[in-house]
């Protein structure tokens, strides 16, 4: 499908290990996102990706929390010693970024189980 | 933070309209009002977006109030499939980046 991808779609780990998701936007879209949703709240933002422009992290809750965008599509959210409060699913959008009417389109998530 | 409130939950009989409310008192004038909904266990689904008119789309109709501090988004005709937490966006242009600010939503249920 031409949709937002995400891997893995589940991820049980250990306590204090680290954990790689991975997210391939619609192609051509220039604006990638991360959220976080823990189970039963809204959505949490937490990093967005623009183009080549620097990333904005301001919702990156704490410096074990990392993403990188790889020649402006594939993103990976690198989370280090996890702890069992990210248990989450993580939510990747992305969209074409116009300055009017703009819609972001999500992925089915990866739902991260910390043990 | 999010821009909106909306009620928490709300039910529907199936076959009528459901209409769901959202305040946004704070919007800006050029800050664009969407509407999600997102069905258990898998991510969020775009409905519908508008700025001043009112839109309609396949899906649902938005209609906005003239002064933007409210808006309803109005499925015609409820089904059990339109069962969902239904969240009301206003996305914010900061420097660079569209922000969507998503709130904790509606949870809507259609009753048969």
């Known amino acids: 499908g031409a949709g937002v991808s995400q891997s893995p779609s589940n991820k049980v780990t250990e306590k204090g290990k680290d954990v790689e998701l991975r997210c391939d936007p619609i192609?051509?879209?220039?604006?990638l996102y991360w959220y976080r949703q823990s189970l039963g709240q809204g959505l949490e933002f937490l990093i967005y990706f623009q183009g080549n422009s620097a990333p904005d992290k301001s919702g990156l809750p704490s410096d074990r929390f990392s993403a990188e965008r790889t020649g402006g599509s594939v993103s990976t959210l690198t989370i280090q010693r996890t702890q069992q409060e990210d248990s989450a699913v993580y939510l990747c959008a992305s969209s074409l970024d116009r300055n009017s009417g703009n819609t972001i389109y999500f992925g089915e998530g990866s739902w991260l189980t910390v043990v | 933070d999010a821009k909106t409130t909306q009620p928490t939950s709300m039910d529907c009989a199936e076959g009528r309209a459901a209409n769901l409310p959202c305040n946004h008192s704070t919007i800006s004038g050029n800050e664009y009002v969407y509407w999600y909904r997102q069905i258990h266990s898998q991510g969020p689904q775009y409905i519908i977006h508008g700025l001043k008119n009112n839109e309609t789309n396949e899906m649902a109709s938005l209609i906005i109030t003239e002064d933007r501090k409210s808006s309803t988004l109005i499925l015609p005709h409820a089904t059990l499939r339109d069962t969902a937490v239904y969240y009301c966006?206003?996305?914010?242009?900061?420097?660079?980046?569209?922000?969507?600010?998503f709130g904790t939503g509606t949870s809507l249920t259609v009753i048969p």
């Open positions: 966006i206003v996305r914010v242009r900061i420097s660079i980046a569209n922000q969507f600010y």
């Open positions: 192609s051509g879209h220039t604006a």
